[in-house]
């Protein structure tokens, strides 16, 4: 374990990230410096979140319906806490910068993966095994 808290890539107290994140979002909807479409942004995503009619219903797939919540969830996470201005995520976070930094970097890996996947996805002009024909 260093000095900052991290003992092989995690966090000694990963157990507050959680409570330290929902704070940051509670300071961030009341800081006038936040542009009101990322406070929309943030309430649309809980609201999603905690709505119980969703895209994919957790009643009808359990193990899958989570997931929507999930990606909405992760995509309106990295629109506030790492595309905002970090001297105002940096003055409303109650934790260390280095557990402030790993919820960032796992954000971001989490928003790229899902990206990644919509456009393989999506947005693939045509299948290899198609294309060969």
């Known amino acids: 374990m260093n000095d900052n808290g991290v003992s092989n890539g995690r966090i000694k107290s990963a157990h507050l990230v959680i409570p330290r994140l929902g704070h940051l979002l509670f300071c961030l909807i009341k800081d006038s410096r936040v542009p009101f479409s990322k406070k929309l942004a943030l309430a649309g995503g809980l609201v999603y979140f905690i709505f119980p009619t969703d895209l994919i219903p957790e009643s009808r797939l359990p193990h899958l319906g989570l997931v929507d919540d999930l990606i909405v969830l992760i995509r309106v996470l990295r629109s506030i806490l790492v595309d905002l201005d970090s001297d105002i995520i940096q003055e409303h976070w109650k934790g260390t910068a280095q557990e402030l930094k790993w919820v960032q970097h796992a954000i971001t890996r989490g928003d790229d993966a899902i990206v990644g996947i919509w ?10 095994s198609i294309a060969k024909v």
């Open 119 to 128: 456009n393989k996805v999506v947005c693939d002009d045509t299948p290899k």
